[in-house]
């Protein structure tokens, strides 16, 4: 097949290119598409064989669902029933944006979709390109992040042109994404709203419209429980760059120190380091260094994580170490992803 790519001005949309788009959705074609969070390759959530194509273009298995994204806030009604309170109160504070519902699902919404399952996940993402999108392709764009299972998820359509080239019909480049890091999922289809992935709408954000929500504690426990996560896919190794990741915990210096050393003693192994901007030049040794941003700026070090992972493997690293980014409100979202990429690699010095 071969992938067409189009340019959208996220600022000046060109609307006959995203109802061209939005044909090959309706026709049971891909089209990768912008969000704020990470791009997104999508189908019709509604048609059972372009999820089964979705799932053979991504190389992922057919238990992990897709999230619908919608662009009209009555569309949720016509995918999910058993919809709480609780639930309409965080759309009307986080919705259009990067928060995905899960609730139980209709009929109309094919098991190939939600990986079998009897619910389905719901995002009203604001990204002007990706809203419009939605509507010209039907209202109901199913879309994992668009890249090969197992990769970094993409933050720009280049990410997705290496992933997806050839597999797709059309990547829609709006440039690079605002956030970063995919949505917060939140589960209502049980009696109690359960938070199965950490995201830009913190668990404080969650807490501050609908009160105590209780954790996954198969993803946000301090051990591995041996207990299976609620969303299928956060048990999958992901994000991983082809170089070994550890990230490396502890006071700063001791932490250069530790870095350094393993520079010096590699060998001919290729390393790479990703820190943040005030600590580049310390390790002016290594094959490749990462600029995270400011050590203050989490909003920076979130949206630079997954494009520095794929820049390590451009560069060829064997051995990569990150320092840690606990940072106040995005902290857990983004180590959340940094520990799967390190496959829970972590060295405390
Ligand atoms: O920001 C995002 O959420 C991006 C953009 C494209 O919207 N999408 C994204 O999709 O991250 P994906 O497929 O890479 O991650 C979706 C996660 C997976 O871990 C999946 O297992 C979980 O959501 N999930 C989807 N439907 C579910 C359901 N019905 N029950 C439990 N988990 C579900
Ligand atoms: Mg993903």
Same mark, same amino acid.
């Given at each position: 097949m071969v992938t067409r790519c189009i340019r959208i001005d996220k600022d000046n949309i060109d609307e006959s290119m995203l109802r061209m788009a939005g044909e090959v959705i309706k026709d049971g074609g891909l089209v990768a598409f912008p969000t704020e969070t990470v791009y997104g390759l999508g *189908?019709? &959530?509604?048609n059972s064989a372009s999820s089964e194509k979705i799932y053979a273009a991504k190389g992922r298995p057919s238990d992990n669902p897709l999230i619908v994204h919608i662009a009209?806030?009555?569309?949720?009604e016509k995918i999910a029933y058993d919809i709480p309170e609780l639930a309409y109160k965080l759309a009307e504070k986080y919705w259009p944006g990067p928060l995905t519902m899960i609730f139980k699902k209709k009929d109309i919404v094919p098991y190939e979709t939600t990986g079998g399952l009897d619910t389905v996940a719901v995002r009203f993402p604001s990204h002007p390109v990706a809203r419009e999108f939605i509507k010209c392709a039907g209202g109901f764009v199913a879309a994992p992040?668009?890249?090969?299972? *197992?990769r970094p998820s993409p933050t720009s359509a280049d990410h997705v042109r290496e992933d997806l080239d050839g597999r797709v019909d059309i990547i829609i480049d709006s440039g690079m994404c605002d956030i970063g890091l995919e949505s917060t999922i939140i589960d209502f289809s049980e009696e109690e709203p359960m938070l199965l992935r950490p995201g830009f709408v913190s668990d404080r954000m969650l807490e501050d419209v609908i009160g105590n929500v209780t954790k996954d504690p198969a993803v946000f426990?301090?051990?591995?429980? &041996?207990v299976a996560p609620k969303a299928p896919g956060m048990k999958y190794r992901h994000y991983a760059p082809k170089g070994m990741l550890t990230i490396v915990e502890g006071n700063p210096e001791d932490v250069s120190k530790y870095i350094l050393e393993q520079i010096k003693t590699c060998g001919d192994k290729r390393i790479g380091v990703i820190t943040c901007s005030d600590k580049t030049a310390v390790y002016s040794d290594a094959a490749f260094v990462g600029d995270? *941003?400011?050590? &203050?700026d989490e909003y920076t070090i979130a949206s630079r994580m997954f494009d520095l992972l794929r820049q390590c493997d451009e560069n060829e690293v064997d051995i990569i170490f990150s320092e840690e980014f606990n940072t106040p409100q995005l902290g857990q979202a983004i180590m959340n992803r940094l520990i799967k990429a390190a496959g829970h690699t972590v060295i405390k010095v």
């Open positions: *189908g019709d &959530g509604l009209d806030m009555n569309d949720l992040s668009a890249n090969l299972s *197992g426990g301090d051990t591995v429980t &041996g995270i *941003g400011n050590r &203050g």
